[in-house]
Each structure stands twice: as C-alpha cells, then as structure tokens.
C-alpha cells in the first residue's frame, strides 16, 4: 500500500483506438479507523463492490467457442473514411470505427457480460493502516480497482482513511491533548499524579502552585510520525482546579487562618 495524498489523478479507463482492451477504472472507499489504531497501526479487512473478470468468457468479452474476425466495415484498419463535400471542396474525415471501436476485430458478444469481458463483484481486502495516520489522508492498493474492459489490467484502490474520536483525547498533527482535574490543595501543595495516556496511565507530577488552565507536557507520548514510528509527538495535559462549593467547619478554620497568615504577610 501507498500513502497518497492530492487528486486521484486518471479516475478512468485507459485505451488504445487500435486495442479492444480498456483499463479498469480506479475506485475509493472512505475507511472508518479507531482513533487507537490510527496512533498505533492496524490490519483491517473489508467488502468492496468492484467489476470482476467474466467467468464465462475468461474475460475477453468474446463468446465461448467463437473467435474474433476481421472488421467488414473497416477491412481491419480501426479507421474509416469519411468525404464531406464543402464550397472549398472535398474534405475528407478520418474517424474510429464505430463497430470494433478502433480494434480492426468483430466478435459475437458473450451473453453473460456482453462483450465487456466483466461483471459486477465484490472481494474482501486486507489492508495495513501505517501508525500515524490521520483523517483525510489516503492509502493506494495498486491493482485492486475495477477489473478492465475485455482482458485490460484492473485500476487502483483508494482508500480514504476517516479517524473516529476519542471520548478522551484530542489530536491536533502529532500532539495529542487532554483534560485532568486535580484539588486546589494538589494545585498548591504539588503531587504525583497518574494520567491516562494511549500508552497507559503514567505517572506525571504537578508542580506546587500550579495555576488554573495550566498545560503540562508529556514529551513522546504523542502520535508516532508517519513512516518513521520512533518519532513521536507530545502529549498535552490542560489541568483543570477543582473548587469545591461546600467545605467542612474545620477546613472553613483552616483557610480562615491562611487567609489570616496571607494578610498577615502582606502588611508586614
């Protein structure tokens, strides 16, 4: 598989005017990812309704038991001529064969997917979602599109890749956020805390006199850089203070006499 980013780029079949063969045309399904599959990579499997090579015919399109002939309206040349009479005189037209389509052939049509050399499927594709990957970006699987017209090589699969939320985390590039709420006594005193992160609860220590809205960085904890997974973002923490509407008569006195001390301090 191929990261791909921009336009699809030739979402048609390709072909030749002297060629029955067409290439198949390339297709895109959007792919929903778990946000933790997205961090880490994962193998995914799923349906997808494609064009198939004809099973009755092998895929050329020509009836069993029957072979391609000479085109009689073009003599084999895939061209015919046409002469327009013009005040400037006679103006001749070089144009594809309407009947073999360019190929110089005729041929008795298969009756199961009448002369196409293809009919509607589907195949279940296993596909590896790199670590890293993010919502919007696309993966390519060469080969995996539409089957082509009578005998012509199959196109590509796009897969746009749709990463689903987190109830938890926030990713922004290779950073990833989150919220932890701690007590105003943890804010001021400081401690030890443990944050939950996609590798697991870490431990993490807040400073004394931590302030409300205050970020606290985890370095490579964050998303794994694509195509290069020892590379990794960091993980930030936005702390959020508690504060309680109702307190005890004893922590009523306690804060009393440190409001008392802070007052005290301040006039000295």
Request: with cysteine; proline share 4%.
């Amino acid at each position: 598989e191929d990261l791909f980013g921009g336009g699809m780029g030739g979402m048609g079949g390709t072909t030749s005017e002297r060629s029955r063969t067409m290439r198949g045309e390339n297709k895109m399904v959007t792919l929903n990812v778990d946000f933790m599959d997205a961090v880490f990579g994962t193998n995914k499997e799923f349906e997808v309704s494609r064009y198939e090579a004809c099973d009755t015919c092998s895929g050329s399109g020509v009836k069993p038991g029957t072979t391609p002939k000479t085109c009689s309206t073009c003599g084999g040349k895939g061209q015919v001529v046409s002469v327009m009479r013009t005040p400037l005189g006679q103006l001749q037209q070089v144009q594809t064969c309407p009947d073999c389509e360019g190929s110089g052939q005729s041929f008795d049509k298969c009756a199961t997917c009448f002369g196409e050399g293809r009919t509607r499927g589907s195949r279940k594709i296993s596909l590896k979602i790199p670590p890293g990957i993010d919502s919007g970006q696309r993966l390519r699987v060469r080969g995996e599109g539409d089957a082509g017209q009578r005998g012509g090589s199959r196109g590509d699969l796009f897969v746009q890749v749709n990463v689903k939320p987190h109830p938890e985390f926030r990713r922004e590039g290779s950073t990833i956020h989150s919220d932890t709420k701690i007590s105003y006594i943890d804010a001021i005193l400081g401690r030890q805390i443990k944050v939950k992160t996609v590798d697991g609860l870490v431990d993490m220590k807040v400073p004394k006199g931590t302030q409300p809205e205050t970020t606290l960085v985890m370095r490579n904890r964050g998303i794994p850089s694509l195509g290069n997974g020892d590379q990794r973002g960091d993980h930030h923490v936005h702390v959020k203070i508690i504060i309680p509407k109702e307190i005890s008569e004893e922590e009523n006195k306690l804060l009393e006499e440190i409001k008392d001390l802070n007052e005290a301090k301040k006039s000295s």
